[in-house]
């Protein structure tokens, strides 16, 4: 979406679809799925859990990271990723939301 289109909606709005573009890739859906069992800062096994190459998995991490999904630390030379629960709550509230206005609806309209 242009920088100039963005104005038009509100920062809710805007960081919402920020975070659901991130996850529009079965790579970032893989690497949540991972970060959210394991339930810890992981630093460099990411790579091995969805078989793809460095550079690739640090492009999606970013990715992640720019949305808001996941934080990141600096250990050493490592930087460490963890969910960002925060993120996540205000993901599932909005689709929680979606879902109840739909189920009061007393007919489908297609």
Do not use: W
Request: glycine share 6%; proline share 3%; net charge negative.
């Amino acid at each position: 979406m242009g920088a100039t289109k963005t104005d038009h909606f509100t920062d809710e709005q805007n960081r919402l679809a920020s975070m659901m573009k991130a996850m529009g890739h079965p790579a970032r859906i893989a690497i949540m799925e991972y970060l959210i069992e394991v339930d810890t800062c992981i630093c460099g096994d990411i790579v091995n859990v969805v078989s793809l190459a460095q550079p690739t998995v640090s492009q999606h991490l970013k990715e992640l990271k720019t949305a808001g999904l996941i934080k990141g630390s600096i250990e050493g030379t490592s930087i460490c990723y963890c969910v960002d629960k925060e993120a996540i709550a205000e993901l599932q509230s909005y689709l929680a939301n979606a879902t109840l206005q739909l189920e009061n609806k007393e007919k489908p309209c297609c």
